[in-house]
């Protein structure tokens, strides 16, 4: 019923006396090609375990598990690309010292004046915190102090003031240990002429 608009039925002839002839010829198919035979809107295969019928032009649809993959693959990727990258900034190697220098500026003092003492730590540019401690000539030396660098800081500049005072000539050393990450010892020295 549902295909009879592709039945083409001969059209009864009203000039012939007697009763209408009730034999039904066959339909040819529009054209046979080995076991499958072309007609109408679909395809049917002869002697397959079970008909397919798709239109004319159209490929037969894919699995749906196979395209839901596809589909979910490039996002996976990036997300895993990222994460893995995140990861490596934060769990990769940490800040490392490649050189110190420290100067003293000025190197000679007079009455009163006060050194600033700069340690200028090079580093690879990774995040992560330097321990350091400040050991002066006259004996004294700071607590361990920490300078924490950010991720593509490539120097550390760490200060100390030192003020003389009172009459007299001093020459004075000031040394910077560098504890953590690595250890590193450096010193600078200056004068101190008060007459």
């Given at each position: 019923m549902l295909a009879s608009h592709w039945i083409q039925r001969?059209?009864?002839?009203?000039?012939?006396?007697?009763?209408?002839?009730?034999?039904?010829?066959?339909t040819p198919p529009d054209r046979v090609e080995g076991t499958v035979l072309r007609f109408g809107p679909g395809v049917i295969t002869v002697g397959a375990h079970r008909t397919h019928r798709t239109p004319f032009g159209v490929p037969p649809p894919r699995p749906a598990k196979?395209?839901?993959?596809?589909?979910?693959?490039?996002p996976a990727l990036v997300l895993i690309s990222v994460i893995a990258f995140l990861a490596w900034q934060r769990l990769g190697p940490s800040v490392a010292v490649r050189t110190t220098v420290v100067t003293a500026r000025p190197t000679v003092l007079g009455c009163g004046d006060t050194a600033d003492?700069?340690?200028?730590?090079?580093?690879?540019?990774?995040p992560g915190t330097l321990s350091y401690r400040w050991i002066r000539s006259d004996g004294t030396a700071s607590g361990v102090l920490r300078e924490?660098?950010?991720s593509g800081q490539r120097q550390a500049r760490l200060h100390l003031l030192w003020?003389?005072?009172?009459?007299?000539?001093?020459?004075?050393?000031a040394e910077l240990r560098i504890l953590s990450p690595t250890h590193h010892t450096i010193t600078a020295h200056l004068t101190y002429d008060c007459p």
């Open positions: 001969p059209e009864p002839d009203t000039t012939l006396v007697g009763p209408p002839s009730t034999e039904v010829l066959p196979r395209r839901r993959l596809r589909r979910h693959a490039l003492i700069v340690g200028l730590v090079a580093t690879n540019g990774r924490v660098v950010v003020t003389f005072q009172g009459k007299g000539r001093y020459t004075a050393r």
